[in-house]
């Protein structure tokens, strides 16, 4: 078994929230099944543009569903570089393997390292996490592992109240329906603390926030 990490699992939940949550102004490319050919056993197929911001929680390959963490994992080119989607088991020579994805721009953004991204913007900070293990009798599929729980802050900042209320809502919702959205390793989520900071003049924006609680399952070699 492959040791896992938790900012792959950060990276799954920010990859949810593209997924979902839809960008009211236009920016960036979306690619709808991008399609690949695959040789006998294929298993790293390697996405066309660069500037991959976010790949389908869903591929097909032979027009079967596949699900990302289960089925298959994604390495994120940064910058310029490429970025591949690997498949667990290899696919047969001949399948047609689609993928999805999303590249340039996007909404939401880890912390606040980008200053040039048009509003509405969506930010995801991590708070705090803390590591729970297992029990004795709490047996994890291929091998060992812990849980582990982790707090983020989800701000939303917009020119519009109104538009930033209804963004704020809506990733609200998505949050609390994540436990409920086959996301991989995710065994609980929760939602609270929204609060309104109204304008704020120096950010010259409406503001919201709320916080978003979550455990996952963290798998150890």
Partial sequence: MTEEYIYQRERDLIDYLRNNLVDPINRGFDVVDEQFVATAGQTVFTLNNSLVKNVADTITVNSVLKYKGYDYTVHYGEGNNVTTVTLLAGASVGHVVKISYHYGPSMIEREFARTDTKLPRVIIMFIVGDG??????D????????????AFRIEVRDIFANRAREILSQTYNLFM????SNL????????????NFDYDRDKEAYIWQFTGDIQW???FA
């Fill in 217 to 219: 399952e963290i798998k």
């Fill in 132 to 137: 729970d293990f297992a029990a004795l009798g």
């Fill in 184 to 195: 991989f390793r995710t065994n609980i989520t929760n939602a609270g603390g929204v609060q």
């Fill in 139 to 150: 047996t994890m599929e291929y091998g060992y592992g812990s849980y582990f729980n982790v």
């Fill in 177 to 180: 329906k994540m436990r409920h």
